[in-house]
């Protein structure tokens, strides 16, 4: 099972640059601490080692090794850098980040016949130069800046 501190929706308030609490339509976000402390007092949890060095959650076992969690922490903890998601429209364009503003057209280079070593390159590029890091830079400055919505790209 996996649990996230809980991304904030379009609308909702976001906390200050420490990543502070804050509360949007469905109440504050949960602290990963907390989600682990709770689970752990009736079903004692040890830690578990990631799956990959870029596993956007930290794992947990069942002491008595029923089961494990996992808890997604981009709002308390973020891993921008150490981030490998993209993910593509049904349009072509291509997000570097679930909360960008704009993606990268890869369907005129497409529809333009660009062999898969110009793909290729174009994609290295895109990767290459990205500054996504919108989780550590979180505040409520960035609430009101235009962001892609998650469900538009499989967030």
Not at 81 to 100: I, K
Request: hydrophobic share 35%.
């Amino acid at each position: 099972m996996r649990m996230t501190d809980r991304e904030p929706k379009s609308g909702e308030a976001r906390g200050a640059a420490d990543h502070g609490p804050r509360v949007g339509k469905t109440g504050p976000a949960a602290h990963p601490g907390t989600i682990v402390r709770t689970i752990s007092e009736r079903w004692p949890l040890e830690p578990a080692q990631a799956e990959r060095p870029d596993a956007t959650a930290r794992r947990w076992r069942y002491v008595d090794g029923a089961g494990e969690i996992g808890v997604v922490a981009s709002v308390t903890q973020p891993f921008c850098g150490g981030c490998s998601r993209a993910r593509l429209s049904a349009e072509g364009r291509l997000y570097t980040c679930l909360f960008a503003a704009r993606g990268h057209d890869l369907r005129a280079p497409l529809r333009l016949g660009a062999s898969d070593e110009e793909l290729l390159e174009n994609l290295r590029s895109i990767w290459t130069r990205r500054t996504d890091r919108y989780s550590e830079l979180r505040t409520a400055e960035t609430a009101s800046l235009p962001k892609v919505e998650m469900s538009y790209i499989g967030g």
